[in-house]
């Protein structure tokens, strides 16, 4: 693409738009913990260029990143407009995620309680325990093989194929990858997430038996709450109000 051409899509009004809700997104994942230093990224792909997507950029803090800090790369990880660098890991997680598995929106973090769970025999969530986690019954992937950094194309298509289709993968030792159709339905997935596995490590820290609920009744609950995305959008909306969406 030539720069010309990516400035001007880089000014379009509706990629303007995407670029400030992106934003937003990360100050809102700030503000709940959900960030670690400046690592970690959140990417949406261009509705209209599902091969081009936007991006967080190298070395800022999530509460500090506004709409003209956002990067525009290419579905091989190459940076097409932005003043900022984009740091190489989250070229190649997210440019293979956009690229492989076909995901609108992508949201990588290192969140405390969900990593914690990475770190166990499982790997993740049990999605039969709180209704949170039943949510997420059956769209949770679970990647046990831990290679070190996503230093090269191979291990961030790796990471894509892991999917196998899920919206949601727990990457064993590392993290989770949330990724959606919308900017604000993947936020709501990634809050909730995080709630959930908290509540369970909560749980399992007491000495206490925990209670599994039927699997038929969470796959029940996973399709009415998937099904009914409004209080996610909703969410977000009120995140906007209260934050302050500048």
């Known amino acids: 693409m030539h720069p010309d051409a990516a400035l001007a899509l880089f000014d379009a009004a509706p990629v303007a738009a995407l670029r400030h809700d992106l934003a937003f997104a990360l100050r809102a994942a700030a503000h709940h913990g959900l960030g670690e230093g400046v690592c970690n990224h959140f990417s949406v792909a261009l509705p209209d260029h599902p091969d081009l997507f936007l991006l967080n950029p190298r070395g800022l803090m999530w509460h500090e990143v506004r709409g003209d800090d956002i990067v525009l790369v290419d579905a091989h990880g190459a940076k097409r407009y932005g003043r900022h660098p984009v740091e190489s890991t989250a070229m190649f997680i997210h440019a293979g995620i956009h690229r492989l598995a ?3 929106c992508v949201m990588h973090t290192h969140m405390p309680y969900a990593t914690a769970l990475t770190l166990t025999r499982q790997r993740g969530p049990d999605t039969t325990l709180s209704q949170n986690a039943m949510r997420f019954h059956g769209r949770i992937a ?5 290679n070190g950094l996503a230093l090269d194309a191979a291990e961030g298509e790796r990471i894509a194929r892991a999917m196998h289709g899920a919206d949601i993968v727990f990457l064993g030792s590392h993290g989770v990858v949330v990724c959606g159709d919308r900017l604000d339905h993947t936020y709501d ?3 909730f997430l995080e709630r959930a596995c908290a509540a369970e490590v909560l749980a399992r820290s007491t000495g ?13 609950v996973a399709a009415e709450m998937h099904g009914e995305r409004l209080q996610g959008e909703l969410f977000f909306a009120a995140l906007k109000r209260t934050l302050g969406d500048a």
């Open 102 to 104: 076909g995901k609108a």
């Open 208 to 220: 206490l038996e925990v209670r599994s609920n039927p699997p038929e009744l969470a796959a029940r």
């Open 142 to 146: 679970i990647d046990d093989t831990y």
């Open 189 to 191: 997935d990634l809050y």
